[in-house]
């Protein structure tokens, strides 16, 4: 995800926009946990579109450390299995914002639970102000509340942050009726509508947060996030993905 290409701010399909990256993401070949290797590819591909004139805002799941919906499916309390999950979000965007200022980016982790030793709590008007000063903010623990999965809570951000779109970094690159992987002849779509997503269960993400993208009408565009060079181009328009909206 490394791009050199030079970009005018004009140029942008999509100018301030929210990536939405699972914790699985960030575990690279490891199988557990973080790999800053892995995290330091990524920073690369959000660092250049960024010195370009993007304004870019994060959301990282916390998969790769714990999940609430796992930690409840073993008898733990759902509630507190998910707060769980929610600091394992905060771990994933220190880390990430470790990777980005170590290759010169400033970057603000803002938190939907108050930690104030370790990062800033989330505030609206600071972090739209940090994405002005060409800052890259970090939104982590979810929506601070129990029974919302981070998908929901970057709908939310994408939302408040009166984003262009939100933009699902994934392992293919983009939409299909199936998992590509499991199955070979599975139909790739290059769009779709919120409503052709719930209604044929895609499992793009999951439901209330498709709804609450639909209804603030920003298009949620879903890329290989691995592939290099395609942060670049899904903000320029060229890049491979699926675009879903509401035509």
């Given at each position: 995800?490394?791009?050199?290409?030079?970009?005018?701010?004009?140029?942008?399909?999509?100018?301030?926009?929210?990536?939405?990256?699972?914790?699985?993401?960030?575990?690279?070949?490891?199988?557990?946990?973080?790999?800053?290797?892995?995290?330091?590819?990524?920073?690369?591909?959000?660092?250049?579109?960024?010195?370009?004139?993007?304004?870019?805002?994060?959301?990282?799941?916390?998969?790769?450390?714990?999940?609430?919906?796992?930690?409840?499916?073993?008898?733990?309390?759902?509630?507190q299995?998910?707060?769980?999950?929610?600091?394992?979000?905060?771990?994933?965007?220190?880390?990430?914002?470790?990777?980005?200022?170590?290759?010169?980016?400033?970057?603000?982790?803002?938190s939907?639970?108050?930690?104030?030793?370790?990062?800033?709590?989330?505030?609206?008007?600071?972090?739209?102000?940090?994405?002005?000063?060409?800052?890259?903010?970090?939104?982590?623990?979810?929506?601070?509340?129990?029974?919302?999965?981070?998908?929901?809570?970057?709908?939310?951000?994408?939302?408040?942050?009166?984003?262009?779109?939100?933009?699902?970094?994934t392992?293919?690159?983009?939409?299909?009726?199936?998992?590509?992987?499991?199955?070979?002849?599975?139909?790739?779509?290059?769009?779709?509508?919120?409503?052709?997503?719930?209604?044929?269960?895609?499992?793009?993400?999951?439901?209330?947060?498709?709804?609450?993208?639909?209804?603030?009408?920003?298009?949620?565009?879903?890329?290989?996030?691995?592939?290099?060079?395609?942060?670049h181009?899904?903000?320029?328009?060229?890049?491979?993905?699926?675009?879903?909206?509401n035509?």
């Amino acid at each position: 995800m490394n791009e050199t290409t030079e970009t005018s701010r004009s140029d942008f399909r999509y100018k301030r926009v929210l990536l939405k990256i699972s914790g699985e993401a960030l575990m690279g070949d490891t199988g557990f946990g973080i790999d800053m290797a892995t995290c330091g590819r990524f920073a690369k591909g959000i660092a250049a579109s960024v010195k370009a004139g993007a304004e870019i805002c994060l959301v990282i799941g916390g998969g790769n450390i714990f999940r609430g919906l796992a930690g409840a499916a073993q008898g733990m309390e759902r509630a507190q299995a998910d707060h769980m999950g929610m600091l394992a979000t905060v771990m994933n965007a220190l880390a990430m914002q470790s990777a980005l200022e170590a290759i010169g980016v400033p970057t603000r982790v803002q938190s939907a639970i108050p930690m104030h030793t370790v990062c800033e709590p989330f505030i609206r008007r600071k972090a739209i102000r940090h994405m002005e000063k060409g800052r890259i903010v970090i939104f982590a623990a979810g929506t601070g509340n129990p029974y919302f999965t981070t998908d929901t809570g970057a709908a939310l951000r994408a939302a408040e942050m009166g984003c262009d779109a939100m933009l699902k970094g994934t392992q293919v690159d983009g939409v299909y009726s199936a998992d590509p992987k499991k199955v070979p002849d599975a139909d790739r779509y290059d769009e779709l509508t919120y409503q052709d997503v719930l209604a044929r269960d895609l499992r793009v993400m999951d439901a209330s947060a498709v709804s609450l993208l639909r209804d603030s009408n920003i298009p949620i565009v879903v890329f290989n996030l691995h592939e290099e060079g395609s942060l670049h181009n899904v903000l320029t328009g060229q890049g491979v993905c699926t675009v879903i909206s509401n035509t």
